[in-house]
């Protein structure tokens, strides 16, 4: 993950907002949000898929999604 | 485009770079997709899709770039293209989001993620983008500005709208019901996405 990223991260953490002042509570709940999610375990349907991007690659390319111009 | 030179093949090992950096992002497609549309499983379906994009195109990844930056502007794209064609079309399940939403948090929250999220969906959808790249997902507005095709300016001024809309919003506890299924609700929806369609993001911009 690129650094500037955690410098954002920090930089809303203490309190800053675009529209000055502090950060209302509810800030915290759309990082919750997010957080919630990334932290769900992946379903299985992920790594199948993750599993076949091999095989689609050593095979002959998938015509449909591969090829567009 | 009219872009003659073939990139480069990628080497097995540049291949497996990639599939390690793709699968360490899957996550955070998850939580982008899901703040962008209301159900879960139609957001799986748009970040499973957004995988098979990338993966297709993975010559036009630059190695060293933000996989997490690119991934999302494909991500956006394949859900405004979706969007577009109705496909999202009155698919937003209050109970169903209510309740995934709420379930798997199992700790007290200072407000509920079900309001949360809910507020976020009736925000314009420019708006909604632009707050989740920034307040959610740790986006600097330069990067939020690559994401989204536009200027810096323009993510600023967007985020701190979305702010002051929530600030409103769940301060009060009242939160407008904005279905996405109410008729003139959703062509107004689609008229803001064409706007927001108009910026396509960078690294798409030749997908």
Redesign the interface.
């Known amino acids: 993950m690129p650094r500037n990223e955690h410098e954002t991260e920090k930089a809303r953490r203490s309190g800053k907002t675009a529209g000055g002042g502090a950060s209302p509570e509810w800030a915290d709940g759309l990082r919750h949000l997010y957080d919630s999610v990334v932290e769900e375990p992946l379903p299985d349907s992920f790594k199948d898929l993750l599993a076949q991007l091999d095989e689609t690659d050593d095979d002959d390319l998938p015509s449909k999604e591969g090829k567009k111009d | 485009m009219a872009e003659k030179k073939e990139p480069p093949k990628r080497t097995a090992s540049e291949?497996a770079d990639f599939?390690r950096e793709?699968?360490e992002v899957?996550?955070?497609l998850?939580?982008?997709a899901?703040?962008l549309c209301g159900r879960p499983d139609m957001a799986?379906d748009l970040?499973?899709e957004t995988?098979?994009?990338a993966?297709?195109a993975q010559e036009r990844f630059e190695p060293g770039t933000?996989m997490?930056a690119w991934t999302f502007v494909i991500l956006r794209n394949a859900y405004l293209t979706d969007m577009r064609r109705n496909r999202f079309r009155g698919e937003y399940d209050e109970g169903v989001a209510e309740r995934i939403?709420t379930a798997?948090?199992g700790q007290e929250?200072?407000?509920h993620?079900s309001d949360?999220?809910r507020?976020?969906l009736t925000l314009p959808p420019e708006r909604r983008e632009a707050?989740?790249l920034?307040?959610?997902?740790?986006?600097?507005y330069e990067?939020a500005a690559n994401i989204c095709g536009c200027a810096v300016g323009t993510i600023?001024s967007r985020?701190?709208r979305a702010?002051?809309t929530?600030?409103s919003m769940?301060?009060d506890g009242d939160i407008p019901q904005r279905s996405i299924d109410d008729e003139s609700a959703h062509r107004a929806i689609l008229e803001e996405l064409d706007d927001v369609a108009a910026g396509k993001g960078e690294a798409a911009a030749k997908a």
């Open positions: 291949k599939k793709l699968t899957v996550p955070h998850r939580a982008f899901r703040g799986d970040v499973q995988m098979l994009k993966w297709a933000s997490r939403l798997p948090a929250e200072p407000l993620l949360m999220h507020a976020l707050l989740l920034v307040g959610a997902g740790g986006f600097s990067e600023k985020v701190g702010r002051a929530l600030n769940l301060a």
